[in-house]
């Protein structure tokens, strides 16, 4: 059975983001995915130091990215979601992202093969190329194919209204043959 693993870039239990996790992982599921979801924002996860230490081995770091680690190594897709703020991802994927230095240092660290991103926005024209374009350069850092993202619009007018159906038929597009 294949595995996804969603990342949820969102703090709001109740926002357009945790709806399209959720979404995502009813979908996946459907389609015969063993899917996990974690929330960074109840994970003790630190900041990169930018020690360098995991150029000759794992993270040094002691918290809860090891279990993290363990659920990418396993996934055969992952899923990352983000409201745009400010152009770009929120802190909290900012700051999942960035923890996977030691895939610059070791290519050959088991991976997804495959990512792709659902992304939100509270105005009518969000722009998605800025998040777009950091989360293309973590696939490419980490050796994974990207598949393609969507870019939900004006949330701030139509919250969730219509992200289940939008998340569904994106997946459909770029998942089944």
């Excluded at 396993?74 to 703020?85: G, Q, R």
Aim: hydrophobic share 35%; net charge negative.
């Amino acid at each position: 059975m294949p595995r996804a693993l969603i990342v949820c870039g969102s703090a709001r239990p109740d926002g357009v983001t945790m709806c399209m996790c959720t979404s995502a992982g009813e979908h996946l599921a459907s389609m015969g995915y063993d899917v996990e979801t974690v929330l960074p924002h109840t994970m003790d996860l630190r900041h990169c130091t930018d020690c360098g230490a995991c150029a000759g081995g794992p993270c040094v770091i002691d918290d809860d990215m090891d279990r993290v680690y363990g659920l990418f190594r396993e996934a055969d897709l992952l899923v990352l979601t983000s409201p745009v703020h400010f152009s770009g991802p929120s802190s909290l994927i900012k700051t999942f992202l960035d923890r996977f230095q030691p895939y610059w240092y070791d290519r050959d660290l088991p991976h997804p093969a495959g990512v792709v991103a659902l992304l939100c926005g509270g105005g009518p024209e969000p722009r998605f190329d800025n998040t777009v374009s950091i989360l293309r350069a973590f696939s490419i850092t980490t050796r994974m194919d990207w598949l393609g993202h969507m870019g939900f619009p004006d949330t701030d007018r139509v919250g969730s209204d219509g992200a289940p159906e939008a998340v569904r038929s994106f997946l459909d597009s770029v998942l089944r043959p």
